[in-house]
């Protein structure tokens, strides 16, 4: 990043001309030459109370260079730390604790839309924040739906209607890394100074996440039931690129409620097909996934759609997370 790391180099030239352009100067009257030397010990034993706030200033500075870049909601936060690194500064829409589905927005949270360099949501997931970008977020607004490859419909026994689109592409490594890719992309047409910083992050983050779905594909191969029954329908994506088949209680978004029917159907799969697990979310209430492992005898483990961390969350990002459910997954499906 040669610009920010030059941002120095100005002070330091000065104080190098000012400590040796006197001393290249020869001789001088005694007098001065205390007097210089009272300057230059001034100079090399400036106390940190001195130095501070150049410091300060010079944080500020950088602070100031970073691109500001907006995130709707967690797992796009994560994409956008990974691949704009430090030079970027990640605000993000949905707070920590949130469920991203539900997200309202007031006035203040849209206050600083307009500033953004890049704003990254995923159109049709959070209406708020359609309609927020829309409004505020101008040429900043990405979409990053196209890059996410949505293939896969609403899974069957959800409401009747027009098909629905999953959206819930980052539980597949693979889709994750190419909306990385896009993302550090559209960082560099923003940014074009540090493009190839953005693309190597980029490239690093993909070779990361190839390696994650390896480790998934490895511990999934072979294990005692392949129906993974979760608490909303998160899980399509991942069911898909490890050969589940995934039973969800609730619909795409939690708030859509399973009818008592959808719950005996349910619960009905989990007795037929020997299901020992319901896998429940840390971010919503698990009644319906207790009212199906009642009556099944199933238990009860936590599977982390990674929709936003919290204290409650099985690690400490997206990576972490992702690294937890594979080990919940493995002994729920009773992999080997
Ligand atoms: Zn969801």
Redesign the pocket.
């Given at each position: 990043m040669p610009p920010r790391a030059s941002l120095r180099a100005p002070h330091r030239a000065s104080l190098r001309a000012q400590l040796q352009a006197p001393l290249r100067a020869g001789r001088r009257p005694f007098f001065r030459r205390i007097a210089l030397a009272g300057a230059l010990i001034a100079l090399l034993v400036a106390p940190a109370g001195c130095v501070s706030p150049r410091a300060a200033q010079e944080a500020a500075e950088a602070t100031s260079l970073q691109v500001p870049v907006t995130a709707a909601f967690y797992p796009l936060a994560y994409l956008l730390e990974q691949v704009g690194g430090p030079g970027v500064k990640v605000f993000t829409l949905t707070k920590p604790g949130v469920?991203?589905?539900d997200l309202e927005l007031t006035p203040k949270d849209l206050v600083d839309l307009p500033k953004m360099s890049v704003v990254a949501y995923l159109k049709g997931?959070q209406p708020a924040v359609d309609e927020a970008v829309a409004q505020q977020a101008g040429r900043a607004a990405y979409d990053v739906s196209a890059a996410a490859g949505l293939t896969l419909a609403a899974p069957a026994g959800g409401e009747a209607g027009a098909p629905v689109t999953d959206?819930?592409f980052w539980l597949d490594p693979i889709r994750y890394a190419a909306v990385g890719t896009a993302l550090a992309q559209r960082l560099a047409d923003a940014d074009p100074a540090h493009a190839a910083d953005y693309q190597a992050r980029a490239a690093a983050f993909t070779s990361s996440m190839t390696d994650l779905d390896r480790t998934f594909a490895t511990g999934l191969k072979s294990c005692a039931t392949t129906k993974l029954v979760t608490g909303?329908?998160?899980f399509g994506y991942l069911a898909a690129r490890y050969g589940l088949t995934q039973v969800p209680i609730a619909g795409?978004?939690?708030d859509q409620e399973p009818s008592a029917k959808q719950l005996a159907d349910v619960a009905a799969t989990v007795k037929a097909a020997g299901v020992r697990t319901i896998f429940t979310e840390t971010l919503v209430d698990p009644k319906f996934a207790q009212t199906v492992a009642k009556e099944t005898g199933a238990t009860l483990a936590l599977l982390d759609?990674v929709?936003g961390i919290t204290d409650l969350s099985p690690g400490k990002d997206y990576r972490a997370v992702m690294l937890a459910n594979l080990a919940a997954l493995r002994t729920g499906l009773g992999c080997a």
């Open positions: 469920e991203p589905h997931f959206l819930h909303h329908a998160a795409l978004s939690p759609p929709e």
